[in-house]
């Protein structure tokens, strides 16, 4: 029997997530609920296969086999129906790395690329940074759910051919909304339609509650071999620290590629504790991803009876994936929730310019300090109204 209650102290291990403005804000009293890794223990079989690895006492070079390239094709294929083998995998320290690595490759600086807005914002960093250029897609909201907004998204491609790839997010960060098939299968015909490479991060693809998730690979022949898929376990089993990650191609030019350059730049070097942790997470972990599964899915269901209780201050759709839910003020209350209520959340304006009154919440925490959390931002809200 799996339990997530514990509170376990984070404060003073160099994390990013309660140190980073606890130590720029001299403040002891700092809830946050911002960085995507989760307040929850990992599982026991990954903390004793570090342990076991760590009793041995030389950390030198290690060769990876074949095992590990299989560990995470069986894993897709068996969680997903990826249809790959252990040649469409390759290694990487992280998704982010991945993509810069992925823009750097197929496309050529001053290109378009696109993002569905809002978006994760390292997206939009890792694109600029590349000197490509950002095409902005907002989506749009119909029947209380973010959905892709094909006119507009054809408008830009009809007005610009220097677009070249199209960055997709699923499920979607920040708004928890996993694509269904239909709006997938018609996604990949405009990619096909304009020769745009797809590169979809997949990372949260463990994180979906009612829904499906389906992988972009599956839903065509062309975004079969014109997808760069990046999954990784770190998300999933609370291993952010350890980076690793993988890339899942099956386009055997582009994978030669990627493998070479991914090489040489150093990303496909795993160091040994990450492997282990990848091995004992997809190989010995699924009970306990189950109940983490389960007990996520409660506590985004307290977020929304409490979205429900002030309906008349927040607007907000239940996510279907992620750990996020992404919440709508009347207006920008993002200083008033750091000063007054100690809540770190990340604000909707690093999503988007037109998403200042929003708010991304990370639920992935332990339901006492959710419950916290809410109270704080109910005695807020209530002050707001009272003003």
């Not at 907004?149 to 830009?156: A, G, I, V």
């Not at 389960?294 to 002030?310: E, G, P, S």
Request: aromatic share 10%; charged share 25%; hydrophobic share 40%.
């Amino acid at each position: 029997m799996y339990t997530f209650d514990e509170l376990i102290d984070r404060r003073h291990t160099e994390s990013t997530k309660w140190d980073r403005y606890q130590d720029k804000l001299q403040r002891d009293d700092l809830l946050p609920m911002w960085l995507a890794d989760m307040d929850l223990p990992a599982s026991d079989e990954i903390k004793e296969a570090l342990m076991k690895r760590a009793s041995h006492p030389i950390y030198g070079y290690s060769d990876r086999g074949r095992l590990y390239y299989e560990v995470f094709a069986e894993r897709f294929q068996k969680q997903y129906a990826y249809d790959i083998t252990a040649d469409d995998v390759m290694l990487s320290t992280g998704v982010m790395y991945s993509i810069a690595a992925t823009i750097h490759l197929f496309t050529n600086p001053m290109d378009g690329i696109l993002l569905l807005m809002p978006c994760y914002h390292p997206f939009v960093t890792c694109v600029e940074n590349s000197d490509r250029r950002v095409i902005p897609v907002d989506m749009c909201v119909h029947d209380q759910q973010y959905e892709i907004d094909f006119e507009q998204l054809e408008n830009r491609l009809k007005k610009d051919d220097t677009v070249k790839a199209l960055i997709l997010c699923n499920p979607h960060n920040p708004s928890g909304r996993v694509f269904g098939y239909e709006e997938l299968k018609r996604l990949s015909e405009v990619c096909e339609k304009y020769h745009l490479l797809i590169i979809s991060d997949e990372i949260h693809s463990d994180f979906v509650y009612e829904a499906k998730f389906i992988p972009i690979m599956k839903v065509s022949t062309y975004a079969r071999q014109h997808t760069i898929a990046c999954v990784s376990p770190t998300k999933s089993f609370n291993l952010a620290g350890l980076k690793v990650s993988a890339i899942l191609v099956k386009n055997e030019s582009m994978k030669k590629k990627l493998k070479d350059y991914c090489s040489l730049i150093g990303i496909s070097s795993i160091n040994i504790f990450a492997m282990e942790a990848v091995k004992a997470a997809y190989l010995k972990s699924n009970d306990w991803q189950q109940a983490l599964l389960t007990y996520l899915k409660d506590n985004r269901n307290l977020i929304t009876a409490f979205v429900k209780r002030h309906a008349d201050q927040i607007v907000a759709f239940q996510p279907q994936g992620t750990y996020f839910y992404w919440l709508k003020f009347h207006t920008d209350i993002h200083e008033r929730l750091l000063n007054e209520a100690g809540l770190i959340l990340n604000h909707g304006a690093e999503f988007s310019s037109s998403c200042a009154a929003y708010e991304r919440l990370n639920f992935a925490c332990p339901r006492p300090l959710l419950q916290e959390g809410l109270r704080r931002l109910d005695t807020l809200l209530k002050e707001i109204e009272n003003e």
